[in-house]
């Protein structure tokens, strides 16, 4: 993920970020600084938010789908959700973050107060979005929250969703470019290789070493597995998984398939559990760097590869509406599964956002 520092003064009120142009076209404009109001409701208060000056964000790959035109998002919407900064404006009914707090930002929005929040579901909080359940700030039908690719963002219910960082300022800015990745990167592989049930002994496939799936296979390590493999079509990626432990699957290669490396690096064809770090824009192996787009293929590759009984963790995202989809099905999220197998074998497959506060506070320790 690309680090981004930004900077600004609190005395102008002025305010720029990034924001989505259409397929292929981002821009950096100016933008009003935020207020304690409801983004698509100005007339709805929000006491219980804060304004963050940003000292750092991500561009995810989430992000790339929306730039790429793979998604329904709108021109003009301000993007980011990786988000970490300075608390500069607290409102009157915020009553433990602090002017000056150094925070994570939580790229879920949750209230802390529905049925989905209490259970600790903050993915899918049911009241914060109007369309769906769950909302997330600079994304394609998340609710309309402005995005923190920006100098200066509002973040709701702050009380519940901003981690403030404990050690003093300085030491939270030494260590910035480790923190911000609580925000959203470092959770969300983390909870995919939770759902996947990984553990002590465990051998893991990831699939994808983009930077969800290194923080993946990171994670596999932290939760005790014995073998971490990883998968990919690009060989810079395959060579930093290589540099912190992972055996790696070459899926360029035309003389051994997916399942074939497999056994040769762990004796047999299967493993233990699996993660899908891709998503919707996956391709087809064996063909070079060149080769088809394939939507469904890496949930269909898992679901080979894992041991009967085993268990699937999909972080990868997958989308209801794709505009630029090889097909009709794939337009509106219908993806060619081989279901039979992964219910013959006894899967189980865990989809949706990671509640990223179910994990953060002990992910920055």
């Not at 923190?179 to 959770?187: A, E, G, Q, W």
């Not at 909870?191 to 969800?212: D, F, L, Q």
């Not at 540099?243 to 003389?255: H, I, N, P, Q």
């Not at 269909?300 to 630029?324: Q, W």
């Amino acid at each position: 993920e690309c680090i981004a520092a930004m900077e600004a003064t609190t005395t102008n009120k002025t305010n720029r970020g990034v924001v989505y142009m259409g397929p292929g076209k981002v821009e950096v404009q100016s933008i009003p600084y935020p207020t304690l109001t409801h983004p698509l409701d100005s007339s709805r208060k929000c006491p219980h938010g804060a304004i963050i000056k940003c000292i750092a964000t991500n561009i995810c790959g989430s992000d790339q789908h929306m730039v790429r035109g793979r998604t329904t998002a709108p021109h003009g919407l301000v993007l980011g959700h990786e988000i970490t900064g300075e608390v500069v404006e607290v409102g009157s009914d915020v009553e433990i973050i602090k002017v000056g707090d150094i925070v994570s930002v939580p790229f879920n929005i949750a209230c802390g107060r529905c049925r989905m929040c209490k259970q600790g579901h903050t993915g899918i909080c049911l009241n914060v979005n109007p369309s769906r359940p769950g909302a997330a700030y600079g994304y394609v039908d998340m609710g309309g929250w402005v995005g923190g690719q920006a100098e200066y963002v509002m973040t709701p219910y702050a009380d519940f969703n901003l981690l403030k960082f404990p050690c003093t300022r300085e030491r939270a800015l030494e260590k910035i470019k480790d923190l911000t990745l609580l925000s959203d990167i470092f959770p969300t592989g983390y909870h995919g290789a939770v759902t996947a049930n990984v553990g002590v002994g465990s051998t893991v496939y990831v699939a994808g070493a983009g930077p969800v799936g290194l923080a993946c296979a990171a994670s596999c390590f932290l939760l005790g597995a014995a073998c971490v493999i990883v998968g990919d079509l690009n060989q810079d990626r395959l060579a930093q998984a290589r540099s912190f432990g992972c055996k790696t699957v070459d899926l360029t290669r035309s003389d051994a398939t997916l399942i074939q490396q497999i056994e040769a690096i762990v004796g047999e064809p299967v493993v233990d559990c699996a993660v899908d770090c891709v998503g919707f824009e996956a391709r087809g192996c064996g063909c070079g760097s060149g080769a088809r787009e394939a939507p469904a293929q890496v949930l269909n590759d898992v679901m080979a590869i894992t041991r009967v009984g085993g268990a699937v963790g999909i972080p990868g995202l997958y989308v209801t509406e794709d505009p630029g989809a090889v097909d009709e099905s794939a337009r509106v999220g219908s993806l060619s599964l081989r279901l039979g197998l992964g219910w013959a074998k006894s899967l189980s497959f865990a989809t949706g956002q990671c509640p990223v506060m179910k994990y953060h506070r002990q992910l920055m320790n």
